[in-house]
């Protein structure tokens, strides 16, 4: 079945404790991104990647890292967590190839606490 | 320039209504502009969705009209059900270059039985 995977679903833990959300793909997309959605402020974009090593800036990258070492695997670290990133994370997938269709595919999301 | 305005922020319909919403952007260069479905507690799913040299795009009940000059583009649910309560984000996407996806606010539809 195709689809995108992300762990843990859900995740309660305290400030400046580093913590990584692994999102993993088996559709062999180039392209993969991570959002965070938030009440009234809809899915804003934190980093996408449209291959291997190549990563770039969404919106709100502050307080963000990802790498992308692997085509399937792109994980979202946070290094210092702090209250303000205290919601709920999805993590995206689509083809980049020509002539394929645009839509991307979303994984069930992570519900991140940051007390 | 970056934004994508959407409106209303919620939405009441009778079943069999028609449900609309808006969106509205700045940045000329978006070329692809999707609607997607959220479902509580699930990830948001593609609905339908439009380039700008189309003017309307139908599939089943779901139309989306697109009017390039007033930068504005719309969902219109026909004979809306129960079954439509979601929460509906309109996008926006460049899709040569940066790739990046703007997001609305989104729209929490209910529709009554």
């Known amino acids: 079945e195709a689809q995108v995977t992300q762990n843990p679903r859900y995740l309660i833990t305290v400030t400046g404790k580093k913590l990584t959300v692994t999102c993993s793909q088996n559709m062999n997309h180039e392209y993969m991104s991570w959002y965070r959605q938030d009440p009234g402020l809809g899915l804003r974009q934190i980093y996408y990647s449209m291959n291997v090593e190549v990563t770039d800036k969404g919106d709100v990258p502050e307080g963000y890292k990802v790498s992308r070492k692997e085509k399937r695997n792109f994980p979202l670290i946070l290094e210092s967590p702090s209250p303000n990133q205290t919601s709920l994370y999805f993590c995206a997938s689509r083809t980049l190839a020509v002539g394929r269709p645009y839509e991307q595919y979303f994984g069930p999301g992570t519900r991140l606490t940051v007390t | 320039q970056q934004q994508v305005k959407q409106s209303p922020q919620s939405l009441i319909v009778q079943k069999g209504g028609i449900s609309i919403i808006n969106c509205a952007y700045e940045?000329?260069?978006?070329?692809?502009f999707p609607w997607y479905q959220q479902f509580p507690g699930k990830g948001p799913a593609l609905l339908i969705a439009?380039?700008?040299?189309?003017s309307e795009k139908k599939e089943g009940r779901f139309t989306i009209s697109f009017n390039k000059s007033a930068k504005q583009f719309s969902l219109h649910i026909m004979d809306s059900q129960p079954g439509d309560s979601a929460t509906y984000f309109c996008?926006?996407?460049?899709?040569?270059?940066?790739?990046?996806?703007?997001f609305g606010t989104g729209t929490r539809l209910k529709v009554l039985a």
């Open positions: 996008a926006a996407i460049q899709s040569s270059g940066t790739y990046k996806y703007i």
């Open positions: 940045n000329t260069a978006f070329d692809y």
């Open positions: 439009i380039r700008p040299d189309v």
